[in-house]
């Protein structure tokens, strides 16, 4: 069976709709439904209509390495152990790179939060000094923070083990990525909200 392999910028937006129904929320295509055959989302995966069929879809999440900081006989290794990867997973799967824009402000607040306020008054307004150095700094800047997924879909009458696709993409935590499938309606729903209104600052 050929692997597809897509890498999508834009691919959340078919599931728009059914992600969250905000109070507040701008939402940017009022009529997604129209485009987009959306069912439900549940606590393990998407319920997608494509076509005539149903397909299941799942969502994972993958924190990469830095490759380039490795030795070459390492990098040769995670290649290999990469090869057997993308050899076992004989699916259809997408890769979805979500990059969404830190909200400095919110960042140096939280920072602020946590200084000790038992810790000596020395202390304190050195750290003071510092977020202040570093809200002027970051002030004009553009910070984004990156999130890799891979998304497999099936048919949903397809006969399929869902936990020897979780064995699969667990190969990858020999290569250094730690990989975890997302569960939890709100957790799935956070993650198509989140790509889908990219002008939201995190």
């Given amino acids: 069976m050929k692997k597809r392999k897509k890498y999508v910028d834009g691919l959340m937006c078919k599931w728009y709709k059914i992600i969250y129904e905000m109070e507040g929320c701008n939402i940017k295509y009022e009529n997604i439904n129209k485009l987009f055959n959306f069912i439900d989302v549940t606590d393990n995966y998407i319920l997608l209509k494509k076509k005539e069929e149903v397909e299941k879809v799942y969502i994972y999440e993958i924190e990469p390495v830095t490759f380039l900081n490795f030795s070459m006989d390492v990098q040769s290794n995670i ?16 890769i ?19 200084i000790n306020t038992k810790a000596s008054k020395e202390y304190i307004e050195l750290m003071n ?23 497999i879909s099936f048919k949903r009458d397809s006969v399929f083990d869902i936990t020897h696709i979780d064995s699969i993409i667990q190969k990858l935590d020999y290569v250094g990525c730690n990989t975890k499938r997302i569960k939890k309606k709100e957790n799935i729903k956070n993650i198509l909200y989140e790509s889908f209104n990219k002008e939201v600052l995190v």
């Fill in 129 to 151: 000094k510092y977020l202040q150095n570093i809200s002027r700094e970051l002030e004009d800047e553009m910070i984004y923070t990156t999130k890799y997924y891979i998304i």
């Fill in 96 to 114: 979805y790179i979500s990059n969404k824009r830190i909200n400095v402000e919110s960042y140096i607040n939280n920072l602020s939060k946590i």
């Fill in 79 to 94: 290649l290999s152990l990469y090869n057997e990867f993308l050899r076992e997973l004989n699916y259809d799967f997408q």
